[in-house]
C-alpha cells in the first residue's frame, strides 16, 4: 500500500480549516500578508541560527501560508485557482529556466546556467520596458539595494563609491557587518536617518538605471 500523499494531505487539512473555522473563514489576501512577513522572518532565523527541527518547522509554517493564499484563491468568484495550479505554474515555469536540465542545452558552470534562466525569464517577461520591472520596492533596503546594484549593472551603471574603491573596502561578511553598524553608528551621531539615506540614494540610482535603458 503506497504512502499518502502528505503534501496533499496538508492541502486538504486547509481546505478543512477554512471550511470548519471561523477565524479563517474571514482572512483575505491582504490580512495574511502580516502572517507571512512574520512566518518569512521566523524561517530566515531558523536557517542562520536554528536548529534541524526549527527549520523544518517554519519552512512547514511558510508552506501552511502558500496553502492559506491558494485555498482563499480557489473560492475567488471571478478569477479562481487553486494549489495545484500554483503547483503546476511553479513546474513549467522551472522546466523552462532549466533547458540544461530538460531541454537538452549545455551549462557546465554556474554562469552558464544564469545565463539560461535570464534567457527564459527575459522571454517570459517580454512586456517588461525596464530591468527593474518586477523589483519589489517592499523588500527591506539592504536587500533592495543589492537587487538594484545587480539590475545597475546589467545595463552598465555602476554605482561611483564602486568604480572609485575597485577591490578596496571589507574583506569578509563579518567585516562589512562591522562597517554596516559603524555607518549607522555615524548616521545616528549625526542626526540623520540611515534608512531614509539609503532610500533616497536608490531612488537616485534607480532613475541612473532607467535613464541609461
Same mark, same amino acid.
Given at each position: 500500500?503506497? +504512502?499518502?500523499?502528505?503534501?496533499?494531505?496538508?492541502?486538504?487539512?486547509?481546505?478543512?480549516?477554512?471550511?470548519?473555522?471561523?477565524?479563517?473563514?474571514?482572512?483575505?489576501?491582504?490580512?495574511?500578508?502580516?502572517?507571512?512577513?512574520?512566518?518569512?522572518?521566523?524561517?530566515?532565523?531558523?536557517?542562520?541560527?536554528?536548529?534541524?527541527?526549527?527549520?523544518?518547522?517554519?519552512?512547514?509554517?511558510?508552506?501552511?501560508?502558500?496553502? #492559506?493564499?491558494?485555498?482563499?484563491?480557489?473560492?475567488?468568484?471571478?478569477?479562481? #485557482?487553486?494549489?495545484?495550479?500554483?503547483?503546476?505554474?511553479?513546474?513549467?515555469?522551472?522546466?523552462?529556466?532549466?533547458?540544461?536540465? #530538460?531541454?537538452?542545452?549545455?551549462?557546465?558552470?554556474?554562469?552558464?546556467?544564469?545565463?539560461?534562466?535570464?534567457?527564459?525569464?527575459?522571454? +517570459?517577461?517580454?512586456?517588461?520596458?525596464?530591468?527593474?520591472?518586477?523589483?519589489?520596492?517592499?523588500?527591506?533596503?539592504?536587500?533592495?539595494?543589492?537587487?538594484?546594484?545587480?539590475?545597475?549593472?546589467?545595463?552598465?551603471?555602476?554605482?561611483?563609491?564602486?568604480?572609485?574603491?575597485?577591490?578596496?573596502?571589507?574583506?569578509?561578511?563579518?567585516?562589512?557587518?562591522?562597517?554596516?553598524?559603524?555607518?549607522?553608528?555615524?548616521?545616528?551621531?549625526?542626526?540623520?536617518?540611515?534608512?531614509?539615506? %539609503?532610500? +533616497?540614494? %536608490?531612488?537616485?540610482?534607480?532613475?541612473?538605471?532607467?535613464?541609461?535603458?
Amino acid at each position: 500500500m503506497s +504512502e499518502p500523499d502528505a503534501l496533499r494531505a496538508a492541502a486538504d487539512t486547509m481546505k478543512a480549516v477554512r471550511d470548519r473555522c471561523v477565524w479563517s473563514q474571514q482572512i483575505d489576501h491582504r490580512a495574511l500578508v502580516p502572517y507571512l512577513v512574520e512566518e518569512s522572518a521566523e524561517l530566515i532565523d531558523a536557517v542562520e541560527d536554528g536548529t534541524r527541527a526549527d527549520l523544518r518547522e517554519e519552512l512547514g509554517d511558510l508552506l501552511w501560508q502558500v496553502l #492559506f493564499h491558494a485555498e482563499i484563491a480557489s473560492r475567488d468568484p471571478d478569477d479562481p #485557482f487553486d494549489i495545484d495550479d500554483v503547483a503546476r505554474g511553479l513546474t513549467d515555469k522551472m522546466v523552462r529556466r532549466h533547458p540544461h536540465v #530538460f531541454a537538452g542545452a549545455v551549462a557546465t558552470t554556474p554562469e552558464e546556467v544564469l545565463v539560461h534562466w535570464n534567457a527564459a525569464k527575459a522571454a +517570459e517577461k517580454h512586456t517588461r520596458r525596464s530591468v527593474l520591472d518586477g523589483v519589489s520596492e517592499r523588500m527591506p533596503s539592504l536587500a533592495l539595494a543589492q537587487k538594484v546594484l545587480g539590475k545597475a549593472a546589467q545595463v552598465g551603471v555602476v554605482a561611483p563609491s564602486l568604480a572609485e574603491e575597485g577591490e578596496s573596502g571589507p574583506a569578509s561578511e563579518a567585516d562589512l557587518g562591522a562597517a554596516l553598524i559603524d555607518l549607522v553608528a555615524v548616521a545616528r551621531s549625526r542626526g540623520w536617518d540611515a534608512e531614509r539615506a %539609503l532610500r +533616497e540614494r %536608490l531612488r537616485a540610482l534607480q532613475a541612473e538605471v532607467r535613464a541609461a535603458e
